[in-house]
Protein backbone atom coordinates (compact mmCIF):
# COMPACT_ATOMS: atom_id res chain seq x y z
CA UNK A 1 0.00 0.00 0.00
CA UNK A 2 2.80 2.47 0.59
CA UNK A 3 4.24 2.12 -2.97
CA UNK A 4 0.66 3.14 -4.08
CA UNK A 5 0.54 6.21 -2.12
CA UNK A 6 3.69 7.00 -3.27
CA UNK A 7 3.07 6.68 -7.00
CA UNK A 8 -0.17 8.54 -6.34
CA UNK A 9 1.80 11.25 -3.98
CA UNK A 10 4.12 11.41 -6.91
CA UNK A 11 1.36 11.50 -9.39
CA UNK A 12 -0.38 14.60 -7.32
CA UNK A 13 2.22 16.69 -7.11
CA UNK A 14 3.45 16.42 -11.06
CA UNK A 15 0.39 17.48 -11.84
CA UNK A 16 0.48 20.38 -9.69
CA UNK A 17 3.74 21.30 -11.17
CA UNK A 18 2.08 21.25 -14.67
CA UNK A 19 -1.08 22.94 -13.87
CA UNK A 20 0.72 25.63 -11.83
CA UNK A 21 2.60 26.07 -15.49
CA UNK A 22 -0.40 26.04 -17.55
CA UNK A 23 -2.24 28.76 -15.45
CA UNK A 24 0.77 30.65 -13.93
CA UNK A 25 0.65 32.98 -16.81
CA UNK A 26 -3.19 33.45 -16.24
CA UNK A 27 -2.98 34.22 -12.86
CA UNK A 28 0.18 36.66 -13.01
CA UNK A 29 -0.62 39.18 -16.40
CA UNK A 30 -3.81 40.40 -15.04
CA UNK A 31 -1.97 41.78 -11.84
CA UNK A 32 0.53 43.22 -13.59
CA UNK A 33 -1.51 44.66 -16.27
CA UNK A 34 -4.04 46.32 -13.43
CA UNK A 35 -4.14 46.62 -9.89
CA UNK A 36 -8.08 45.13 -10.07
CA UNK A 37 -6.81 42.15 -12.12
CA UNK A 38 -6.80 40.53 -9.02
CA UNK A 39 -10.38 39.02 -9.91
CA UNK A 40 -9.39 37.46 -13.07
CA UNK A 41 -6.47 36.23 -10.99
CA UNK A 42 -8.30 34.12 -9.04
CA UNK A 43 -10.93 32.96 -11.76
CA UNK A 44 -7.49 31.08 -12.97
CA UNK A 45 -6.43 29.98 -9.22
CA UNK A 46 -9.63 28.30 -8.80
CA UNK A 47 -9.60 26.48 -12.13
CA UNK A 48 -5.77 25.33 -11.48
CA UNK A 49 -7.10 23.95 -7.76
CA UNK A 50 -10.17 22.68 -8.85
CA UNK A 51 -8.78 20.42 -11.72
CA UNK A 52 -6.09 19.41 -9.71
CA UNK A 53 -8.66 18.44 -6.99
CA UNK A 54 -10.72 16.69 -9.55
CA UNK A 55 -7.77 14.77 -11.45
CA UNK A 56 -6.15 14.06 -8.04
CA UNK A 57 -9.34 12.72 -6.29
CA UNK A 58 -9.64 15.40 -3.39
CA UNK A 59 -13.53 16.49 -2.77
CA UNK A 60 -14.68 19.37 -0.62
CA UNK A 61 -18.23 19.89 1.17
CA UNK A 62 -18.76 23.50 1.92
CA UNK A 63 -21.24 24.97 5.01
CA UNK A 64 -21.96 28.41 5.83
CA UNK A 65 -21.16 30.23 2.93
CA UNK A 66 -24.66 32.45 3.70
CA UNK A 67 -22.47 33.89 6.05
CA UNK A 68 -20.43 35.53 4.00
CA UNK A 69 -21.29 39.17 2.37
CA UNK A 70 -19.83 38.98 -1.22
CA UNK A 71 -19.50 43.10 -0.47
CA UNK A 72 -17.77 42.74 2.60
CA UNK A 73 -13.81 42.63 3.24
CA UNK A 74 -13.05 39.90 5.76
CA UNK A 75 -10.15 38.52 7.93
CA UNK A 76 -10.55 34.80 7.62
CA UNK A 77 -8.86 32.84 10.23
CA UNK A 78 -8.70 28.95 9.71
CA UNK A 79 -7.23 25.80 11.99
CA UNK A 80 -4.04 24.74 9.73
CA UNK A 81 -2.96 21.18 10.35
CA UNK A 82 -1.77 20.60 6.36
CA UNK A 83 -0.41 21.39 3.64
CA UNK A 84 -3.22 20.92 1.48
CA UNK A 85 -4.80 23.80 3.06
CA UNK A 86 -3.03 25.92 0.04
CA UNK A 87 -5.96 24.50 -2.25
CA UNK A 88 -8.82 24.52 0.22
CA UNK A 89 -8.67 28.41 0.38
CA UNK A 90 -9.61 28.96 -3.08
CA UNK A 91 -11.85 26.40 -3.32
CA UNK A 92 -13.90 27.24 -0.37
CA UNK A 93 -13.86 31.33 -0.28
CA UNK A 94 -15.16 32.89 -3.17
CA UNK A 95 -14.19 36.12 -2.86
CA UNK A 96 -10.97 37.78 -3.91
CA UNK A 97 -7.89 37.23 -1.13
CA UNK A 98 -4.46 37.75 -0.17
CA UNK A 99 -2.99 35.42 2.02
CA UNK A 100 -0.08 35.62 4.37
CA UNK A 101 2.39 32.96 4.00
CA UNK A 102 6.00 31.46 5.05
CA UNK A 103 9.03 33.52 3.39
CA UNK A 104 10.93 30.33 2.48
CA UNK A 105 7.86 29.44 0.21
CA UNK A 106 8.59 32.14 -2.14
CA UNK A 107 11.88 30.34 -2.71
CA UNK A 108 10.07 27.93 -4.69
CA UNK A 109 11.06 27.95 -8.57
CA UNK A 110 8.04 29.08 -10.74
CA UNK A 111 5.81 28.21 -7.68
CA UNK A 112 7.07 31.22 -5.52
CA UNK A 113 7.05 33.50 -8.14
CA UNK A 114 2.99 32.82 -9.25
CA UNK A 115 1.99 33.03 -5.52
CA UNK A 116 4.14 35.99 -4.83
CA UNK A 117 1.62 38.05 -6.82
CA UNK A 118 -1.27 36.71 -4.60
CA UNK A 119 0.27 36.19 -1.26
CA UNK A 120 1.77 38.39 1.71
CA UNK A 121 5.34 36.44 2.50
CA UNK A 122 6.42 37.28 6.19
CA UNK A 123 9.92 36.31 7.92
CA UNK A 124 8.35 35.14 11.41
CA UNK A 125 11.90 35.37 12.78
CA UNK A 126 12.28 39.21 11.67
CA UNK A 127 10.22 41.55 13.70
CA UNK A 128 10.61 44.27 10.66
CA UNK A 129 9.50 41.34 8.67
CA UNK A 130 6.36 41.08 10.43
CA UNK A 131 5.60 44.56 10.65
CA UNK A 132 6.04 45.28 7.21
CA UNK A 133 3.25 42.51 6.92
CA UNK A 134 0.91 43.36 8.75
CA UNK A 135 1.39 47.49 7.58
CA UNK A 136 1.05 45.64 3.98
CA UNK A 137 -2.18 43.51 5.16
CA UNK A 138 -3.63 46.84 6.42
CA UNK A 139 -3.14 48.33 3.02
CA UNK A 140 -5.01 45.42 0.97
CA UNK A 141 -8.28 45.16 3.59
CA UNK A 142 -8.40 49.43 2.72
CA UNK A 143 -8.74 48.48 -0.76
CA UNK A 144 -11.64 46.29 -0.30
CA UNK A 145 -10.30 42.72 -0.49
CA UNK A 146 -10.50 39.76 2.23
CA UNK A 147 -6.94 38.48 3.81
CA UNK A 148 -6.56 35.26 5.23
CA UNK A 149 -4.46 34.24 8.05
CA UNK A 150 -3.57 31.53 10.06
CA UNK A 151 -3.61 33.02 13.58
CA UNK A 152 -1.79 29.76 14.63
CA UNK A 153 1.57 31.00 13.00
CA UNK A 154 2.37 27.93 11.71
CA UNK A 155 0.76 24.27 11.07
CA UNK A 156 -0.63 22.31 13.77
CA UNK A 157 1.65 19.09 14.10
CA UNK A 158 0.07 18.43 17.49
CA UNK A 159 -2.15 16.46 19.17
CA UNK A 160 -4.63 19.67 19.81
CA UNK A 161 -7.41 21.06 18.25
CA UNK A 162 -5.21 24.27 18.18
CA UNK A 163 -2.04 26.21 19.30
CA UNK A 164 -2.51 29.42 20.72
CA UNK A 165 -2.86 32.21 18.51
CA UNK A 166 -0.92 34.75 17.37
CA UNK A 167 -2.46 38.25 17.81
CA UNK A 168 -1.27 40.27 14.70
CA UNK A 169 -4.39 39.45 12.87
CA UNK A 170 -7.05 41.02 15.89
CA UNK A 171 -5.02 43.85 16.20
CA UNK A 172 -5.73 44.54 12.39
CA UNK A 173 -9.25 43.84 13.06
CA UNK A 174 -9.69 46.15 15.63
CA UNK A 175 -7.48 49.23 14.04
CA UNK A 176 -9.30 48.47 10.65
CA UNK A 177 -12.53 47.62 11.89
CA UNK A 178 -13.20 44.53 9.92
CA UNK A 179 -14.89 42.00 10.79
CA UNK A 180 -13.17 38.19 11.40
CA UNK A 181 -14.75 35.33 9.48
CA UNK A 182 -14.14 31.89 11.43
CA UNK A 183 -13.46 28.85 9.10
CA UNK A 184 -13.05 25.73 10.12
CA UNK A 185 -11.20 23.15 8.11
CA UNK A 186 -11.76 19.18 8.95
CA UNK A 187 -10.18 15.98 7.09
CA UNK A 188 -7.23 17.84 5.58
CA UNK A 189 -4.96 16.20 8.05
CA UNK A 190 -6.14 13.17 6.59
CA UNK A 191 -5.44 13.40 3.09
CA UNK A 192 -1.64 14.66 4.17
CA UNK A 193 -0.77 13.39 7.88
CA UNK A 194 0.97 15.35 10.35
CA UNK A 195 4.80 14.38 9.74
CA UNK A 196 4.08 13.00 6.48
CA UNK A 197 4.42 13.92 2.70
CA UNK A 198 2.44 10.94 1.29
CA UNK A 199 -1.15 11.89 0.23
CA UNK A 200 -4.09 10.19 -0.42
CA UNK A 201 -7.85 10.84 -1.72
CA UNK A 202 -10.55 12.24 0.20
CA UNK A 203 -12.83 15.11 1.40
CA UNK A 204 -12.29 18.13 3.26
CA UNK A 205 -15.24 19.69 5.06
CA UNK A 206 -15.18 23.46 5.52
CA UNK A 207 -17.62 25.33 7.40
CA UNK A 208 -18.03 29.11 8.34
CA UNK A 209 -19.63 30.71 10.95
CA UNK A 210 -21.24 34.13 11.64
CA UNK A 211 -18.79 36.82 11.80
CA UNK A 212 -17.05 38.16 14.34
CA UNK A 213 -17.41 42.00 14.71
CA UNK A 214 -14.29 44.05 16.31
CA UNK A 215 -16.20 46.81 16.92
CA UNK A 216 -17.41 45.43 20.47
CA UNK A 217 -13.29 45.47 21.70
CA UNK A 218 -11.18 48.60 22.27
CA UNK A 219 -8.67 49.56 24.76
CA UNK A 220 -5.37 48.29 25.29
CA UNK A 221 -6.39 44.70 25.98
CA UNK A 222 -9.01 44.58 23.30
CA UNK A 223 -7.25 42.64 20.68
CA UNK A 224 -6.57 39.96 23.34
CA UNK A 225 -10.08 39.35 24.34
CA UNK A 226 -11.18 39.46 20.14
CA UNK A 227 -8.39 36.86 20.01
CA UNK A 228 -9.90 35.29 22.50
CA UNK A 229 -13.33 34.98 21.67
CA UNK A 230 -12.30 33.42 17.75
CA UNK A 231 -10.10 31.02 19.31
CA UNK A 232 -13.35 29.62 21.63
CA UNK A 233 -15.50 30.12 18.40
CA UNK A 234 -13.32 28.35 15.93
CA UNK A 235 -12.00 25.25 18.41
CA UNK A 236 -15.93 24.92 19.31
CA UNK A 237 -16.47 24.60 15.46
CA UNK A 238 -13.89 22.16 14.78
CA UNK A 239 -14.97 19.65 17.93
CA UNK A 240 -18.75 20.57 16.94
CA UNK A 241 -17.34 18.84 13.48
CA UNK A 242 -14.75 16.39 13.87
Known sequence: MKIIQWIYTLYAAVLFILLMLVFGLFIVIPLLVSSRGGKVSFVFI??????????????YEIHGRGHIDPKQAYIYIFNHRSFIDAPVIPMAIQQEVRAIGKKELSKIPVFGFVVSRVAVWVDRKDTASRKASVDRLMEILKKGISIVVAPEGTRNDTGQVLLPFQKGAFRIAIETGTPIMPMAVIGADRIMKRGSILLRPGKVLVYFSAAIQPGSFSGEDGFLKLADKCYNRLEAMI????
Not at 52 to 59: D, E, H, K, T
Not at 239 to 242: A, C, D, G, I, N
Open 46 to 59: RLWAGIWSFLVGIR
Open 239 to 242: LTHE
